[in-house]
């Protein structure tokens, strides 16, 4: 085993019962790496962490933890080595949020599990780490299901574990919290050499925090790699099996599909313009057309998604004779026209002409 790989799990068949629902994974995560899993739902995620977690036992396969054998370790052995944050809810009576954090320090503590003021210490930094320390003394009950998220994170961290397991750690969180705990995941990570293995749904997310991604599917591990990796072409519509939209792996979007039929409008675009016409257009259910949009366009995958045409030219080129009359053409076949823009540049030009185009025609909107 690499010095630096604290989780190896080799062969590994996961399921309930014996019925096994994921085969012949190997996973290698390294000090300091955030490993995501990625998936449709269903596919053994939720299930791999927890047989890594030892909380399921192996069908086949074993798992090593700091370079020793799952099956070899004490419970209090493994708690010191590795933490687990799962989606489940846990029942905490007559508990506060400090209460429910303080349990993150009881493999270190004694028989009657009495925390010393350096145990403390350790919760409060971590409860101020995932802004929950104003909860210190609330109860677990009161409080909602994001703000559960972060306490419970604090209990994963104050345990100082060498690895630390995480089922969809941003459920419940709003985008302000969900950017606040990746980016803590990531320092953790980087700072005090934490290997992170994680589920995500929010693949934006996945693209932008993760070393590694594992993609779930078929009971297998379909793919692994770095998220440069995984995240090209149309591999991820095909991972999720996409049939009402695709996804876009340049900006981690997901865009529904162009409404059906003839395009009824024409939509003169460009630099971002278009793109709340094309949202407002997509929302009405009418087809339109979209052009001319150079190929590097901010706008032109959006475009590309929604519209039911899309006139292009290349990237750096100044707009063509050739583009400016396909588009004509189209725009032509419309009831109406819709500039975005006031501003014509050396390469734009072409745009420029079609909307003087569109108004002699009587078509466009004013």
Same mark, same amino acid.
């Given at each position: 085993?690499? #010095? ?9 068949s996961v399921g309930y019962s014996k019925k096994m629902i994921v085969d012949g994974l190997t996973v290698s995560v390294s000090a300091g790496e955030i490993c995501t899993l ?78 010393t003021d350096e145990d403390k210490r350790i919760v409060h930094e971590a409860m101020s780490l995932t802004g929950a320390a104003h909860l210190y003394d609330t109860d677990f ?5 994001? #703000?559960?998220? @972060? ?25 302000? *919290? ?8 990531? =320092? ?12 995500? *749904? ?12 594992? @993609? ?32 876009d792996p340049r900006f981690g979007a997901a865009e529904p599909s162009a409404a059906s039929g003839e395009p009824e409008i024409f939509v003169i675009g460009g630099g971002g ?8 257009? *997509? ?30 030219? =290349? ?17 032509? #076949? ?5 500039? @975005? ?26």
């Amino acid at each position: 085993m690499n #010095q630096k790989t604290v989780l190896q799990a080799e062969s590994l068949s996961v399921g309930y019962s014996k019925k096994m629902i994921v085969d012949g994974l190997t996973v290698s995560v390294s000090a300091g790496e955030i490993c995501t899993l990625i998936g449709p739902n269903g596919a053994g995620k939720s299930t791999v962490l927890k047989t890594i977690a030892a909380q399921l036992p192996l069908i086949s396969g074993n798992v090593a933890l700091c370079g020793d054998r799952l099956d070899t370790l004490r419970e209090k052995d493994i708690s010191k080595r590795l933490s687990v944050l799962l989606t489940q809810k846990i029942t905490a009576e007559r508990m506060t949020c400090g209460d429910v954090a303080e349990t993150g320090r009881y493999p270190y503590t004694g028989t009657f599990g009495i925390l010393t003021d350096e145990d403390k210490r350790i919760v409060h930094e971590a409860m101020s780490l995932t802004g929950a320390a104003h909860l210190y003394d609330t109860d677990f009950r009161q409080i909602s299901d994001g #703000q559960r998220q @972060c306490v419970m994170l604090a209990r994963a961290i104050a345990q100082q574990p060498k690895i630390m397991l995480l089922d969809e750690p941003t459920s419940y969180l709003d985008i302000g *919290h969900k950017l606040h705990i990746l980016s803590l995941l990531r =320092k953790l990570a980087k700072e005090q050499q934490i290997a992170v293995i994680q589920s995500l *749904h929010e693949l934006d997310l996945a693209q932008k925090f993760s070393d590694t991604v594992i @993609c779930i599917h078929n009971g297998r591990a379909e793919r692994t790699g770095t998220p440069e990796e995984i995240f090209t072409g149309d591999y991820i519509s095909a991972l999720y099996e996409i049939r009402d939209g695709a996804y876009d792996p340049r900006f981690g979007a997901a865009e529904p599909s162009a409404a059906s039929g003839e395009p009824e409008i024409f939509v003169i675009g460009g630099g971002g313009a278009g793109i709340p016409v094309y949202r407002r257009l *997509h929302r009405m259910r009418i087809p339109f057309a979209a052009g001319i949009l150079h190929e590097n366009d901010v706008e032109y995958p959006v475009a590309s998604a929604l519209a039911s045409v899309v006139i292009t030219e =290349k990237a750096f080129e100044p707009i063509g004779e050739d583009a400016v009359r396909q588009a004509a053409a189209v725009m032509k #076949q419309c009831r109406e026209v819709i500039c @975005c823009t006031e501003s014509f540049r050396a390469m734009n030009q072409g745009n420029r002409t079609l909307k003087e185009q569109a108004d002699a025609l009587g078509i466009l909107c004013s």
